[in-house]
């Protein structure tokens, strides 16, 4: 069974600039979270798509978004970058069911912004 | 707001010295999930713990999970360079079992 996976691996942008960074869940998942991860920093939730809908976001500006496709891959956008949203972008997947709760992690998008 | 707070933030050991976290919660959790962010990597889901009490082993891990439902420790035994990295724990918001509440996390250093 294939894992998470996220593309592209690394991204190099300009302050200002747009970014666009994809997720693909594990077959069969309905849920997919984005999280950003600074350097040396824990797991700060983003976005949470469940059926195509955003079912809820963290603490950022709205220049994060995203949306969830047909197919449940995601996809994060994020506008007017700044230098403080260099991080790694951890994109993770569940499968809905009674108590299943764990998350899959994809290996994440190294955003570096210049 | 809910949070889970993790201590120690970090842990350095010699080789072969045991180590434990501890993860604190301030409300009653549904459940509580461990997972292992190896340097570089992304965070891969060790276990995950339901009932009041319970106690599960996976090898030199031991995953403990408190009475009441708002702490939860993991010991390693005997440590080994390969368990260097580190363990986030993470219940579910309050009415919203699809969403974690994360722990910020032991980096654990080992020295062979």
């Known amino acids: 069974e294939a894992g998470v996976t996220q593309s592209p691996t690394h991204l190099i942008k300009t302050r200002g600039q747009q970014a666009t960074l994809r997720c693909s869940p594990i077959s069969g998942h309905t849920s997919v979270y984005w999280y950003q991860q600074a350097l040396g920093l824990g797991l700060q939730f983003l976005l949470w798509y469940d059926e195509g809908e955003e079912r809820n976001r963290g603490n950022f500006p709205p220049r994060f978004s995203g949306r969830q496709f047909p197919n449940y891959s995601s996809e994060l956008n994020v506008n007017a970058l700044e230098l403080e949203d260099s991080a790694l972008y951890l994109c993770?997947?569940?499968?809905?069911?009674?108590?299943?709760?764990?998350?899959?992690f994809g290996p994440g998008t190294r955003l570096t912004v210049t | 707001g809910q949070q889970v707070m993790q201590i120690p933030q970090y842990q350095h050991v010699q080789e072969g010295e045991d180590f434990t976290t501890y993860c604190n919660s301030s409300t009653t959790l549904s459940n509580i999930q461990w997972y292992k962010q190896r340097p570089g990597g992304h965070p891969v889901f060790l276990i995950q713990l339901v009932k009041s009490g319970e106690v599960k082993k996976q090898k030199r891990l031991t995953f403990q999970f408190g009475e009441a439902k708002k702490n939860s420790s993991l010991h390693i035994t005997a440590t080994q360079t390969t368990d260097v990295g580190t363990y986030f724990c993470?219940?579910?918001?309050?009415?919203?079992?699809?969403?974690?509440?994360w722990g910020l996390g032991t980096s654990l250093a080992v020295n062979p």
């Open positions: 993770a997947s569940s499968l809905v069911g009674a108590g299943s709760y764990e998350q899959y």
């Open positions: 993470a219940g579910p918001k309050a009415g919203n079992n699809r969403k974690l509440i």
